[in-house]
């Protein structure tokens, strides 16, 4: 890295920004119906839409990314937030909240293609799978205390507590940009920015796309965690209702104590794709687990749940792992910021296509459905090998074959 205090800024701009995440992504939905009075499926509507607006321009931000620098690029969303999370505070009807969701939502999916376009501007291609993984451990960090902050600002449930957690998220998000003016800028200079890598250019690649796309469907973890088994657990009368939240802390847990040491071996091709290969391996296991812990009493379905979140814990570490060596590496040196766009484009499949597919699966065929969510794992990983070999082959100055 450049710099002596960057690996510092880095890390604290990584860390505040994730308390901010955490304490917005935690309490948003409780505070536009508590405080701001919407109903919960006008809420519901408005991050919806939220989601489907930032899909399309998450390639336009990259652009902007690699035009402008990422530094300023992460600055200047970073104050659009800090803006828009004020105004949120002023959020008084319908109307004006779904115009503020997609803007919050713009800022806040668009920042983090930014801040790893930062990653990729100012650490050496080497060391960027083991920054990434350090980066993420600090980020789940911030997540759990923001979360821990959201739960003390709801606990109030008052007028004070539910501005105060908006207000704590804006102020979080405001020194994590104020960390970021403190790197080191590395803004294109004219010449370059006047040539570009075009956007028909990142969409025409389409085995980096295949490669998001594939990412993206073993990232449905995340949903069968958040979502699949806490509905698992409260449709099974023996579990423990509680035990939901429970394993999703454990998750937590892991993934801030383990991201670095098994995202070893991902420095190279070859380790990537044996990574992507475990996770789904490791994926179809936990589904298979979760089926089985709907059979006995109490204690053999929680130990079963147990071992379901610990092997979906590592499909999710290694995956991640695998991710950003594909993310960074496959995508042209000038260009982190628009292919990073068009990554987050094809991985956010487990975002649109996840929650139902899982809700489906869970609610409609029980034991089964997981069974075939967990042979659907196993499909992806079939197509991983030969998705990186094409990448490969299209690549200048990479071997065709997987064998680095």
Not at 32 to 43: C, I
């Amino acid at each position: 890295m450049t710099g002596p205090g960057t690996p510092r800024r880095l890390v604290a701009a990584h860390l505040l920004g994730s308390v901010g995440f955490g304490l917005y992504a935690s309490g948003s939905a409780v505070y536009f119906t508590r405080q701001v009075g919407l109903p919960v499926t006008q809420v519901g509507a408005g991050l919806t839409l939220a989601g489907l607006v930032w899909l399309p321009l998450s390639l336009s931000i990259g652009r902007l990314c690699d035009r402008i620098g990422a530094r300023r690029a992460t600055v200047g969303l970073g104050c659009a937030q800090v803006l828009l999370l004020v105004a949120a505070t002023e959020v008084h009807s319908l109307w004006t909240f779904l115009v503020l969701a997609p803007l919050l939502g713009i800022c806040v999916q668009g920042g983090w293609i930014c801040r790893e376009a930062l990653v990729a501007d100012l650490v050496d291609s080497a060391a960027r799978v083991n920054a990434s993984a350090r980066l993420r451990s600090v980020f789940n960090i911030g997540v759990i205390a923001g979360a821990l902050g959201c739960g003390l600002a709801l606990s109030l449930d008052s007028a004070p507590g539910y501005l105060g957690l908006i207000l704590a998220s804006a102020l979080a998000e405001a020194a994590a940009t104020a960390c970021c003016l403190g790197l080191p800028d590395r803004s294109r200079g004219p010449a370059l920015r006047e040539d570009p890598v075009g956007l028909r250019q990142a969409l025409r690649d389409l085995p980096y796309l295949a490669l998001s796309l594939l990412y993206g469907v073993l990232a449905v973890g995340d949903i069968v965690l958040r979502i699949g088994i806490p509905l698992w657990v409260v449709a099974h009368a023996g579990l423990p209702k509680g035990l939901g939240a429970w394993l999703y802390g454990l998750n937590a847990v892991l993934v801030v104590g383990l991201q670095v040491r098994l995202s070893r071996g991902a420095e190279s091709f070859t380790g990537a794709r044996r990574l992507l290969v475990l996770s789904g391996a490791a994926a179809a296991g936990s589904c298979a687990a979760v089926a089985v812990s709907g059979t006995g009493g109490a204690l053999p379905g929680t130990a079963a749940l147990v071992a379901a979140v610990l092997l979906l814990s590592l499909a999710e570490l290694w995956s991640s792992a695998a991710g950003w060596k594909l993310r960074f590496d496959l995508a042209p040196a000038r260009a982190q910021g628009t292919w990073g766009g068009l990554f987050a484009l094809g991985s956010s499949v487990n975002l649109v296509l996840g929650p139902a597919a899982v809700t489906l699966l869970v609610s409609h065929y029980g034991a089964a459905g997981w069974l075939l969510l967990g042979l659907g794992f196993l499909g992806v990983t079939t197509f991983c090998a030969p998705a990186l070999a094409w990448a490969l082959r299209t690549r200048p100055g990479q071997p065709a074959a997987v064998s680095r």
